[in-house]
């Protein structure tokens, strides 16, 4: 039995003894594979030709670190190519002869060193044209700006609702060093009811990330206008508005699909109080080049509406006179029960520059009943000194003194003819 037993442990020392010999023998086998598959894929005349091409592009990268102007990037055809003919250009760019339909792939492995040593720079590309255009959004800020406003606004088509995000200010103006604001959202016409933002402490970039929802039907959605009012709290707890921000809806394509974000600047409210038929703010500006006359009819506030109702529609007429006589005239879109709408509506006249002596606008604010005459609230006349005087005079000069450009300005209303 001894015997037996030494003999199976010899002949089974002898398999595991063979066993590792074979796995060895394998693995040598591999190795020497690949260290030969790789000697064999680099010869002399590539890797000159590698080197070359290393040396051009080390020394068209010194010159594109040494100068500012132009970083471009080597464009380079792939080794797969390499076998192909190729015509120099004098530009030093190359282009391949079309005799040789067909890439003939290469098989074997394939080292990286391998893959740029058999490539062809044929141009290089500028990354500069390729770069989206730049926000600059939080940088421009115009001479006399109170501060920036950021928000989205999207609408839910089947829960009625409009999404507001409050997301950020910028540049606040304070009244005092410190500063710390929050942000009331109205949806005028409605002035009674409004949603507010937390206060944001001692900031004058505050940082709201706030949404707030508004119930409103799809059908008066788009007489509606956002109102956004900045304020600062101070340490007596007293609220000073610094800017507020006026945003219709009627211009904007609003679906569950289509989340826009705005941004806005603050404009400083209007504190005096109200002329006795109300207040109407536009701009007007003036192209001597194409002789035409524009005006945008921004808002109006403080009506003395006759009947105060859902109904009662409140539009804007411009007329253009010449001489006292009438040309042409365009109107708003009329808006529902508010006395304060807001219309941000533009026209533009065909007015010759020697006539602008002679020419006035008339901007009169009517209310439409159903089956009722219209009725006038007030009127305001435009013009040179042959029409006008006061702040009507002085929008029209600084309107002709500033070619091109939209001058904006409130005027009171008022019934005289």
């Given at each position: 039995t001894e015997q037996a037993v030494a003999v199976a442990g010899g002949i089974i020392g002898g398999i595991l003894l063979f066993v590792f010999l074979g796995i060895t023998a394998y693995?040598?086998?591999?190795?020497?594979?690949?260290?030969?598959?790789?000697?064999?894929?680099?010869?002399?005349?590539?890797?000159?030709n590698a080197n070359a091409i290393f040396q051009d592009q080390a020394s068209s990268e010194i010159q594109l670190?040494?100068?500012?102007?132009?970083?471009?990037?080597?464009?380079?055809?792939?080794?797969?190519?390499?076998?192909?003919?190729?015509?120099?250009?004098?530009?030093?760019?190359?282009?391949?002869?079309?005799?040789d339909p067909h890439m003939i792939p290469q098989s074997g492995p394939r080292s990286s060193f391998h893959s740029l040593a058999g490539a062809y720079v044929v141009g290089t590309i500028n990354p500069?044209?390729?770069?989206?255009?730049?926000?600059?959004?939080?940088?421009?800020?115009?001479?006399?700006?109170?501060g920036r406003l950021w928000f989205s606004i999207e609408y839910e088509q089947e829960s009625e609702r409009l999404l507001v995000s409050l997301i950020k200010v910028r540049k606040l103006q304070p009244p005092a060093d410190s500063c710390s604001p929050f942000v009331k959202i109205y949806l005028l016409p409605d002035e009674r009811s409004y949603l507010q933002s937390k206060t944001k402490r001692r900031t004058l970039n505050p940082q709201f990330d706030e949404n707030f929802v508004f119930q409103v039907s799809s059908k008066m959605l788009l007489q509606r206008t956002l109102k956004f009012l900045v304020y600062h709290v101070d340490k007596q707890k007293k609220h000073h508005l610094l800017g507020q921000v006026i945003f219709p809806l009627k211009n904007e394509a609003l679906t569950e699909d289509n989340k826009l974000v705005i941004w806005r600047d603050l404009e400083k409210e209007n504190l005096e109080p109200p002329s006795e038929y109300g207040d109407i703010q536009f701009s007007l500006s003036y192209n001597d080049y194409l002789g035409r006359l524009t005006v945008v009819v921004l808002r109006a506030?403080?009506?003395?509406?006759?009947?105060?109702?859902?109904?009662?529609?409140?539009?804007?007429?411009v007329s253009?006179?010449?001489?006292?006589?009438?040309?042409?005239?365009?109107?708003?879109?009329?808006?529902?029960?508010?006395?304060?709408?807001?219309?941000?509506?533009?026209?533009?006249?065909k007015a010759d520059q020697t006539e602008m002596d002679t020419a006035s606008l008339?901007?009169?604010?009517?209310?439409?009943?159903?089956?009722?005459?219209?009725?006038?609230?007030?009127?305001?006349?435009?013009?040179?000194?042959?029409?006008?005087?006061?702040?009507?005079?002085?929008?029209?000069?600084?309107?002709?003194?500033?070619?091109?450009?939209?001058v904006k300005r409130w005027h009171a209303l008022c019934h005289s003819t």
């Open positions: 693995l040598l086998w591999k190795k020497f594979c690949r260290l030969f598959s790789y000697e064999k894929l680099i010869n002399p005349a590539k890797t000159t670190k040494s100068t500012s102007r132009s970083r471009s990037v080597p464009f380079i055809i792939p080794p797969t190519l390499h076998g192909r003919d190729w015509i120099h250009l004098t530009n030093e760019e190359q282009v391949q002869e079309d005799t500069d044209l390729y770069k989206l255009p730049e926000d600059k959004s939080e940088t421009d800020f115009p001479d006399g700006n109170i506030r403080g009506l003395k509406l006759q009947e105060e109702s859902p109904a009662v529609g409140v539009y804007v007429k253009l006179m010449n001489h006292n006589k009438f040309i042409k005239s365009k109107k708003t879109a009329a808006l529902l029960g508010t006395p304060n709408p807001v219309y941000n509506e533009t026209f533009s006249f008339s901007l009169s604010v009517l209310q439409s009943n159903k089956g009722e005459k219209t009725l006038l609230l007030g009127r305001v006349v435009v013009g040179p000194f042959m029409y006008t005087r006061g702040k009507e005079l002085e929008h029209w000069n600084e309107m002709i003194s500033k070619p091109k450009e939209l």
